[in-house]
């Protein structure tokens, strides 16, 4: 890599940070697409992230992708967010413009609808109801998207109900509850998704009981590392159709490559090259 003083900086923003896929993605993409630009990682400290962000204004940095735990702070800090931004209360992604404006926007979302697109092809938000375990940054994301693609009924479901009450109160969309028996959330239910933490590293997922779901319906886990979570397994076993975290984690990367680049990623096997560096392992 040859680095100018022309070079484009970009790159991912967390606590912490040194896990982060990111780099190896945007670098490779970089790569090939034969761009002069880098991207690197910041770990700045937990109480410094507004600072941090702050004195990127005017384009030093030309963005940054953000992941725990200030999300909902690159939106507070944002001048001008993306409705699904808003609509999430959480941004995976600032962009630093030359007039010193802030924009953060979320690819979240993006991501798990092209990770159902490629790996649930029949799957259609619209056609019946959508369970969603968790309700943090990942939920909130993912709701969004869901309701921009005509998702009707989408049942939110918590360890702490209020969080998930607080979740369908800030949607204000009559297509959101929350609930805290996953009997009554999973019952009928044609696309299930693990958006909590749990399974992260090993271990179970989120209880779930598979045999009230409808047939064919999709089981989607958020959780990438191990690739093929227990609760994946669990729902794969029962005959659901199952889509994984680290397709979700290729494709948001898209949209932000192509917003802090401007030109669309090179075609490349990049699953292949994540598995390859031990992602999911
Ligand atoms: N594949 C991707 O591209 C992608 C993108 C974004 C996020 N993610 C993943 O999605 C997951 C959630 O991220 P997030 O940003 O939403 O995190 P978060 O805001 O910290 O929310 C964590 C969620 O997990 C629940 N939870 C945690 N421990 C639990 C336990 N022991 N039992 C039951 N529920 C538990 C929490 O429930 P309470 O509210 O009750 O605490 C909450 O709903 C993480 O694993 C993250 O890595 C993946």
Known sequence: MNIT????????????VRHSLSPLMHNAW?????????YVAFGPPQDGFRAFAEGLRGGAVRG???????????????DDASDLARAARAANLLLFHDDGRIEARNTDGEGLLQALAVQAPGFDAAAGPVTVMGAGGAARGAIAALLQ?????????????DRAQALAEDIRSGSVTALARSDLAVTGAACIINATSL??????????????ARP????????????????????DAHGLVTVDGLEMLIRQAVPSF??????????????ALLLASGAGG
């Open 149 to 161: 693609a005509g998702a009707q009924d989408i049942r939110v479901c918590n360890r702490s109900l």
């Open 258 to 271: 192509r917003a802090l680049f401007g030109v669309e990623p090179p075609e490349m096997d990049m699953r």
């Open 5 to 16: 003083a022309r070079t484009v900086v970009a790159g991912v923003v967390g606590a912490p």
């Open 64 to 78: 940054l992708n953000v992941t725990i735990p200030f999300k909902e702070q690159a939106l507070e800090l944002a």
């Open 30 to 38: 970089l790569e090939k697409a034969g761009v002069d630009g880098v």
């Open 199 to 212: 399974g992260l590293g090993g271990g179970p997922g989120p209880d779930t009981p598979w045999r009230l």
């Open 216 to 235: 064919g319906c999709v089981a989607m886990d958020m959780v990438y590392k191990p690739l093929r979570t227990a609760w994946l397994q669990e729902a």
